[in-house]
């Protein structure tokens, strides 16, 4: 059983975002990488985190699943639209000012009873 979590419009950019999403540790529960992330002091961690928590709740109110049995099978960290602000400069000129977005997906699955991942 496949359980998502969408954060859309996540105001960082896709870059800072996936230098924490490659550091966390699939091969431990989705309960200890909510941990790990919550000691982490980037802002991305903390966006990350509250992805996790989303779908690590999804599952528990949805399907009555049990935390432990939780691991984080993906990860994926997309580019969102651009919020564009204006920069006033010399002479009535303008420059913009991209300030980035990124949409976060995590995709939690659940451990067999032998202990295996389904």
């Not at 540790?25 to 802002?43: D, G, P, R, T, V």
């Not at 651009?82 to 920069?87: L, M, N, Q, R």
């Amino acid at each position: 059983m496949n359980i998502y979590s969408k954060y859309k419009f996540a105001k960082s950019s896709d870059l800072k975002l996936r230098i924490v999403a490659n550091s966390i540790n699939k091969k431990l529960s989705a309960e200890k990488n909510m941990h790990i992330l919550s000691l982490s002091n980037k802002k991305s961690s903390f966006l990350i985190n509250k992805a996790l928590k989303s779908a690590i709740f999804n599952a528990i109110n949805n399907y009555n699943i049990n935390i432990n049995d939780l691991f984080i099978e993906k990860i994926l960290i997309n580019k969102g639209p651009y919020i564009k602000k204006v920069f006033p400069r010399a002479k009535g000129r303008v420059n913009y000012i991209k300030k980035r977005t990124s949409h976060i997906i995590i995709k939690l699955n659940i451990k067999k009873k032998d202990g295996t991942k389904s």
